[in-house]
């Protein structure tokens, strides 16, 4: 089992950048492969990014390829979000979560969920 804990959001403006932070507990993080997911207001929650557990592969959905970067640590057990250029449609509580099948965009196939942190671009 691992706990997440993600942190690193806030208010920015449109063009700006964040970078969230994502920390496991426990000594297997290395063992699980890390998505970053968010949520807006009435919408459903969606798939963003994902990253093999040695950190050589990363999957992107079309609307943050390019602006956003994911990364881990597994000395630090912590998987990153770096975002730039963000957008007023960006504004959503953002989530990561663990899986220990496979580098998936579907929210089914992640057993452990973070709290969730609030970006909020303004225009």
């Known amino acids: 089992q691992v706990q997440l804990v993600e942190s690193g959001g806030g208010l920015v403006q449109a063009g700006g950048s964040l970078r969230l932070s994502c920390e496991a507990s426990?000594?297997?993080?290395?063992?699980?492969?890390m998505g970053w997911f968010r949520q807006a207001p009435g919408k459903e929650r969606e798939f963003l990014v994902a990253?093999?557990?040695?950190?050589?592969?990363?999957r992107y959905a079309d609307s943050v390829k390019g602006r956003f970067t994911i990364s881990r640590d597994n000395a630090k057990n912590t998987v990153y979000l770096q975002m730039n250029s963000l957008k007023p449609e960006d504004t959503a509580v953002y989530y990561c979560?663990?899986?220990?099948?496979?580098?998936?965009?579907?929210?089914?196939?992640?057993?452990?969920w973070g709290q969730g942190t609030q970006v909020t671009v303004s225009s």
């Open positions: 990253i093999t557990r040695s950190g050589g592969i990363t």
């Open positions: 979560a663990a899986s220990r099948g496979a580098v998936s965009v579907s929210l089914s196939d992640y057993a452990y």
């Open positions: 426990g000594r297997t993080f290395e063992y699980y492969f």
